[in-house]
Nanobody, 122 residues
Framework: QVQLVESGGGLVQAGGSLRLSCAAA????????MGWFRQAPGKEREFVAA????????TYADSVKGRFTISRDNAKNTVYLQMNSLKPEDTAVYYC???????????????WGQGTQVTVSS
């Protein structure tokens, strides 16, 4: 059982940066694969990035490769998403999620946060 709370969203100009944080409360945080997803208005939720419990093997959607970095600090029970070179098309609600699977599909994430709004202006 994990509770997730995202923070760090806000309004930023195109080309700027934001760092999202996801604070987890619960047991065995380090055992969970953690992921970030986003959902723009009128669109389906999409995968952004994921990282294994140990912090190894990060994966990214093609749309954010080279711009976003996922990381975790298990001592702080926190996962981060560093977002650089932001584009207006990155505007979405960003969700943190946790899974007991090592390489989970989107539907295999067990827990989800409430989301944090990221708005990128031109």
């Amino acid at each position: 059982q994990v509770q997730l709370v995202e923070s760090g969203g806000g309004l930023v100009q195109a080309g700027g940066s934001l760092r999202l944080s996801c604070a987890a409360a619960g047991r065995t945080f380090s055992s969970y694969t953690m992921g970030w997803f986003r959902q723009a208005p009128g669109k389906e939720r999409e995968f952004v990035a994921a990282v294994s419990g140990s912090g190894s093997s990060p994966t990214y959607a093609d749309s954010v490769k080279g711009r976003f970095t996922i990381s975790r600090d298990n001592a702080k029970n926190t996962v981060y998403l560093q977002m650089n070179s932001l584009k207006p098309e990155d505007t979405a609600v960003y969700y943190c999620a946790a899974s007991t699977w090592y390489r989970p599909a989107a539907h295999e994430y067990n827990y989800w946060g409430q989301g944090t709004q990221v708005t990128v202006s031109s």
